[in-house]
């Protein structure tokens, strides 16, 4: 089964949701999901719920796409 990778964004999308997946030099891939805080001088800027700025020279991006917000946390039962 053959998968076609597609970069569904481009530098407009700053500011929202995005997950993408990007080609290491050893041939491996990785992704990374966060917010597009930038896409200037060939480098997609991502930043981590974690808070960590992910870098990305456009030339390895394999697939990108804007993704739904994470979905917000549960809440358990109230105390009475």
């Known amino acids: 089964m053959r998968f076609r ?6 530098p407009a999308d700053a500011g929202r949701r995005v997950s993408v997946r990007r ?3 050893d041939g491996r891939f990785t992704d990374a999901v966060g917010v597009l805080e930038s896409w200037s001088g060939g480098v997609l800027r991502i930043r981590r ?9 456009e030339g390895d991006l394999a697939a990108g796409k804007v993704v739904p917000p994470p979905p917000s946390p549960r809440r358990g039962p109230s105390a009475p």
Not at 5 to 10: C, E
Not at 49 to 57: C, F, K, W
């Open 5 to 10: 990778l597609v970069v569904a964004i481009s």
């Open 23 to 25: 080609r290491l030099a």
């Open 49 to 57: 719920r974690d808070g960590s700025l992910t870098e990305i020279p």
